[in-house]
């Protein structure tokens, strides 16, 4: 130790005052709901359902709990999409498409054109087998097919819209809430490969309605135990069950099938990704084993909550056609009958999600399969 000029011990100092510095935190997020740039959905995703309760019907193009990923340009679209050329037919290569309804003209633009969408019916072919043609036939869930048009094969076989393996959209999260159709300003760069664009909702000006009423931007969730309606091994697998026991009068609805439910067959264990099946992308699946980063989650349960327990299907629940008058009219009856006698005793949850054919096969004395009273337990996240 050495001496001061006073004699005195002092410290044998080293090195020199010191400036403080600033490491700047790079969290932009809290843990389980990131912030993004873009917390809208593409402009190009047709309605699934319109929202009875919102002023002139909104468009819902994303159910709340539904799993998504992100477009080139940044916005939220289901988790399952894909683009570009697939493989052979033979191969297992498919067709993926957007069909337009009535309540997109105007609000909805193509996916492949960036125009607008013009009629009730327009189809937006964004994935083709490598050896498909103009003049094949896509046939939709709901039963409904379109005939490619001249130029569609070789649109779909370009088309970049989403980046990464396979053309496939990859799960970031599931979205919170509903997600309404995207009315603000859109500014097309590019049709090159499917529309790239740059969204504006801030210049009023921009937007097609004003006064209205409509929230387009989300929060995605990262992590979550969610538990979805099965509704079997394909997205109409519910048709054909109920088609073939004879049950009467039982139709299986787009409206039931727009709301997050899982397709495919549930296994305990098995690993979770977005469905690929036509007009099902957002819902889960079964891992098809093809990439591992389209893995978004586990199956951590499988609950068929048939026997009814608790006698949930004597609790009187209320639901009298006769007593629905006035002016307007839910045209989804299922949407409003209470989980109870008029379900069966099955939750409003399952009922909704399947059309209410667990109390038309119960009441007709059909046989009662497992698709119709079934939960899967999906962990979404990504420790697995």
Not at 62 to 88: E, I, M, N
Not at 317 to 334: A, H
């Amino acid at each position: 130790m050495a001496f001061d000029i006073n004699n005195q011990y002092t410290g044998s100092l080293f090195g020199r005052d010191r400036i403080g510095h600033t490491t700047p935190d790079a969290e932009a997020t809290e843990v389980l709901r990131p912030w993004l740039p873009v917390p809208y959905p593409a402009p190009y995703l047709p309605a699934i359902r319109q929202d009875q309760g919102h002023p002139v019907l909104a468009n819902v193009v994303l159910s709340s709990q539904q799993l998504v990923g992100q477009d080139k340009s940044g916005a939220f679209v289901p988790a399952g999409l894909f683009c570009g050329t697939q493989g052979t037919v033979s191969n297992g290569g498919e067709y993926c498409a957007l069909k337009y309804g009535a309540s997109d003209v105007g609000f909805a633009y193509n996916a492949i054109t960036g125009n607008l969408v013009a009629a009730a019916g327009e189809v937006a072919v964004i994935a083709a087998p490598s050896d498909g043609a103009d003049g094949d036939v896509i046939t939709f869930a709901d039963g409904t097919t379109y005939t490619l048009a001249t130029g569609d094969a070789a649109a779909a076989k370009a088309c970049n819209l989403f980046p990464g393996k396979n053309g496939r959209v990859k799960p970031i999260g599931l979205v919170i809430r509903n997600v309404f159709q995207y009315i603000g300003g859109v500014d097309v760069s590019t049709t090159t490969g499917g529309m790239g664009y740059t969204l504006n909702g801030v210049i009023p000006i921009k937007f097609k309605v004003h006064n209205y009423m409509h929230e387009m931007g989300t929060a995605v969730q990262t992590e979550m135990v969610i538990r979805l309606p099965w509704i079997g091994a394909l997205p109409n697998t519910l048709t054909t069950l109920a088609s073939g026991d004879g049950v009467s009068g039982y139709v299986q609805s787009n409206y039931s099938r727009s709301f997050v439910h899982f397709t495919g067959t549930p296994t305990f264990g098995a690993l979770v990704q977005g469905s690929a099946a036509l007009g099902d992308a957002g819902n889960y699946t079964e891992w098809d084993g093809t990439s591992v980063d389209d893995v978004c989650g586990r199956v951590i349960g499988i609950q068929n909550i048939y026997p009814i327990r608790d006698y949930a299907n004597r609790v009187r629940t209320l639901w009298d056609p006769s007593r629905l008058v006035g002016p307007i009219k839910d045209p989804n009856p299922s949407s409003i009958m209470m989980g109870g006698s008029q379900t069966g005793g099955i939750d409003y949850q399952l009922n909704l999600g399947t059309d209410g054919v667990f109390k038309k096969a119960y009441d007709q004395g059909k046989t009662l399969h497992n698709e119709y009273s079934t939960y899967v337990l999906v962990k979404v996240g990504a420790c697995l």
